[in-house]
């Protein structure tokens, strides 16, 4: 009655036909002509009725037949489960899954991994999985089902990996740079939770950042190489005991080294940017 909103007096009016959704009937006749027929004991299948306010109801049924001492037939059990919300929360779960991967499909040089509590992988996903099996040694493999231990064991990064999903797993989110292999991975690792705010699993996005960490090295190389070059003219000038004065091509000037500013009874940092004829 409360599956399909009716009371016990409405349910007696009304037939097999009227509550159950039409393009459903055709599998519950085939199903009870084998009852009948004794080439079946019972049977469960997944069925649409329909609701009092119209709306469907999800289920999933459980049939028998009972006979008399003699064998005849004399009427049907039938079990009905209301799946209708579980089936909702499934879809939801599907279309959010659906969602991640196409996201995650299309992250340049990214890649997401899930892991239950027992380090297993549950998911593993992205364009940068090719560099991570090379560096893992296993190139062909899918990662879902295995042991993230097992995959790491004997590998130079094993220590700080599994510390990082064990990390996670215990609650704490996470951002940090990983070298693996020979390439190096932004991670942000995220713990997931139930309805009772416990962990269930853990949820590792991983960006290359091989080719960003190259370009800053050789920024800051270059920087320091700029420093070490400004730093040994500025000594150089300091110490040549002739004045000296650099002019830009409007006649400005760029700089001025000490033995000239004291020729000239001048402050060198105050010429700066001044026309040669002005001072």
């Known amino acids: ?12 009016a009304r037939t097999h036909e009227d509550l159950t959704y039409p393009a459903d009937l055709g599998n519950d006749y085939d199903l009870i002509r084998q009852l009948f027929k004794r080439e079946i004991q019972s049977y469960a ?9 119209g709306s469907l109801a999800e289920t999933r049924i459980h049939v028998s037949l009972v006979r008399d001492e003699a064998g005849a037939p004399v009427h049907f059990i ?11 929360l499934e879809r939801e779960v599907q279309r959010t899954q659906q969602i991640h991967s196409a996201i995650v499909q299309h992250l340049p040089n990214g890649a997401a991994f899930m892991i239950d509590r027992n380090l297993t992988y549950l998911s593993a ?11 893992l040694g296993v ?46 991975y932004d991670v942000d690792a995220v713990p997931l939770r139930d309805g009772s705010n ?15 960490y190259a370009e800053a090295a050789e920024l800051r190389r270059a920087r320091d190489a700029l420093a070490q070059e400004r730093y040994l003219f500025e000594t150089t000038l300091a110490n040549i005991q002739d004045g000296v004065l650099l002019l830009d091509p409007e006649s400005r000037v760029v700089l001025a080294n000490q033995a000239y500013a004291d020729m000239f009874g001048i402050d060198p940092a105050h010429v700066r940017g001044l026309s040669r004829a002005g001072f």
């Not at 009655?1 to 007696?12: D, H, N, Q, V």
């Not at 299948?45 to 306010?53: H, P």
């Not at 094993?158 to 797993?169: A, K, M, N, P, Q």
């Open 45 to 53: 299948i997944a069925k649409r009725y329909v609701r009092k306010d």
């Open 78 to 88: 039938v079990q009905v489960e209301d799946v209708t919300e579980t089936l909702r």
């Open 139 to 184: 190139e062909s493999m899918d990662l879902v089902g295995h042991h993230v231990p097992f995959l790491l064991a004997g590998h130079p990064d094993e220590e700080v990996l599994i510390s990082l999903c064990r990390d996670t797993l215990d609650g704490h989110q996470q951002h940090r740079e990983i070298p693996f292999g020979d390439r190096r």
């Open 198 to 212: 416990e962990v269930t699993s853990a949820l590792l996005f991983c960006h290359d950042v091989t080719e960003r």
């Open 1 to 12: 009655c409360k599956i399909l909103g009716y009371s016990a007096e409405e349910l007696l």
């Open 125 to 135: 996903e992205g364009t940068a999985m090719p560099g991570i099996l090379q560096a």
